[in-house]
């Protein structure tokens, strides 16, 4: 069966500080996948998403970006983090074609 | 592009009460229709989903749901809710036509369940 790690769990850095939040699939090969940020009252906010190696598209312009190094690895970064930044981070995955999201347990980013 | 309004943000019921959650949706095109329950500090869980076919869709934990067309809706039922259905839900819709394959998502639903 297919599982998706995300991590860390929770994290609090400071203001200009980096960010790398990893996220990794099981059990497919070729995912779709996806960064979204949830902002209290505000729903999924899509960030990224990547239909393949290298491949990515961003949604909303923004502090962060995104890679795709392996086929089942995403990665979300910053090179100077805003207190704007923080929130709640969850990664996803899905197959080609029509098929629901899955989502990881989230990582909780506070920028202080 | 899509739009989804959940249309109440909070939505407190006593327990083994029934309860419904509404959705609206916005397209131009065919869509498939999801719902998702987030339990606090998780990520979220697929609870259903219309892709084609009847039009009422059953989904876990004793949830279903009706697409209606006509009305632009796909609301959430439980005839009979738990304390532990306490968890946000969300709305979410797709373009069934794109091979590229995004889900825009409403700004959720509090369900909280009270003895």
């Known amino acids: 069966s297919q599982t998706i790690h995300q991590w860390p769990a929770t994290l609090v850095q400071p203001v200009g500080s980096p960010l790398s939040l990893e996220c990794t699939v099981e059990?497919?090969?070729?995912?779709?996948l996806y960064w979204y940020r949830q902002a209290a009252g505000r729903g999924l906010q899509l960030l990224f998403y990547?239909?393949?190696?290298?491949?990515i598209s961003s949604e909303v312009p923004q502090n962060l970006s995104a890679s795709r190094p392996q086929d089942r690895q995403f990665i979300l970064s910053s090179k100077k983090l805003l207190l704007s930044d923080s929130g709640f981070y969850l990664c996803?995955?899905?197959?080609?074609?029509?098929?629901?999201?899955?989502f990881g347990n989230g990582t909780r980013l506070t920028v202080t | 592009a899509q739009s989804v309004t959940q249309l109440d943000s909070q939505v407190p019921v006593f327990e083994e009460a029934p309860v419904e959650l509404r959705c609206n949706y916005s397209?131009?095109?065919?869509?498939?229709l999801f719902w998702y329950v987030q339990y606090p500090n998780q990520g979220l869980q697929l609870l259903l989903k219309?892709?084609?076919?009847?039009?009422l869709v059953k989904g876990i934990n004793g949830f279903e749901a009706e697409f209606n067309k006509s009305q632009t809706s796909f609301h959430l039922r439980k005839p009979s809710v738990h304390i532990s259905d306490t968890a946000e839900y969300f709305c979410?819709?797709?373009?069934?036509?794109?091979?590229?394959?995004?889900?825009?998502f409403g700004k959720g639903t509090l369900l909280t369940v009270n003895p």
């Open positions: 996803a995955w899905s197959e080609q074609y029509n098929s629901p999201l899955h």
């Open positions: 059990g497919t090969s070729n995912p779709n």
């Open positions: 990547s239909v393949g190696i290298g491949q």
């Open positions: 397209s131009s095109v065919s869509v498939y």
């Open positions: 219309y892709l084609s076919g009847s039009t």
């Open positions: 979410a819709v797709s373009d069934s036509g794109g091979s590229n394959y995004k889900l825009t």
